[in-house]
């Protein structure tokens, strides 16, 4: 039997942490469990001050990887929409002020997009992975769509009601976990982090 070593997710989501282990055991032969970082919790979180999604992921995952001598990995993520320049972006959570909720953030979306026919818009999410303070790499995933005029679905979290998925023709908000995950940024992203994983455990 193939020893597993932890790989350590370090964000107090505990929805995201479950989309990463989930999609971790659906992969053979990894020799790694994804699992928060011990004592996460205790540990005050770092300011995200970085400009881009990289630069986040990054700072992130160096500063908790001090934290423990194993393999450590940090996210960030948001949405780019193309009329609004890339905005929200790295500000995609705080988009409708430091507190906004889900709700808030939606509807400012929907404003600024009023009578606005250029839709598109992206997913994007970074996963960067260190150790000991050391930088190793970042890997982006990223999924393209549409927003629509108004919310679909109650599933998902975020902008996912409003993003529309031409391919399935539905929104991220009617899509089951399972039917997000493998065409989402953040499924996109994982999988080219495990392929590095497993590459460099040969
Ligand atoms: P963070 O990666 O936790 O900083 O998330 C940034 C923000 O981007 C979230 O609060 C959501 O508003 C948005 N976001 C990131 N990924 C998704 C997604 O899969 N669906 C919907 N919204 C998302």
Do not use: W
Not at 38 to 56: H, R, S, V, Y
Not at 163 to 182: D, M, V
């Amino acid at each position: 039997m193939l020893t597993q070593r932890p790989l350590y997710y370090c964000s107090s989501n505990p929805g995201k942490l479950r989309e990463f282990a989930l999609a971790a055991e659906t992969i053979a032969d990894l020799p790694f469990r994804i699992e928060a970082l011990p004592g996460l919790k205790q540990i005050p979180a770092p300011p995200e001050e970085g400009l881009t999604f990289e630069e986040n992921a990054d700072s992130k995952a160096s500063y908790y990887s001090r934290f423990t001598s194993e393999l450590v990995f940090a996210d960030d993520s948001g949405l780019e929409v193309e009329a609004l320049g890339g905005a929200p972006g790295v500000h995609s959570a705080r988009f409708a002020g430091p507190n906004a909720t889900d709700a808030d953030n939606n509807n400012l979306l929907l404003e600024q997009l009023a009578n606005q026919t250029d839709r598109r818009a992206r997913f994007v999410c970074v996963l960067a992975l260190a150790r000991e303070s050391s930088r190793i790499a970042t890997f982006r995933g990223s999924v393209e769509g549409e927003i629509l005029q108004q919310a679909h679905g109650a599933n998902g979290f975020g902008y996912d009601p409003l993003f529309f998925y031409p391919p399935l023709a539905r929104s991220f908000g009617e899509l089951t976990p399972a039917e997000k995950f493998p065409i989402s940024h953040r499924g996109r992203a994982l999988r080219l982090l495990f392929e590095r994983l497993r590459d460099a455990s040969r």
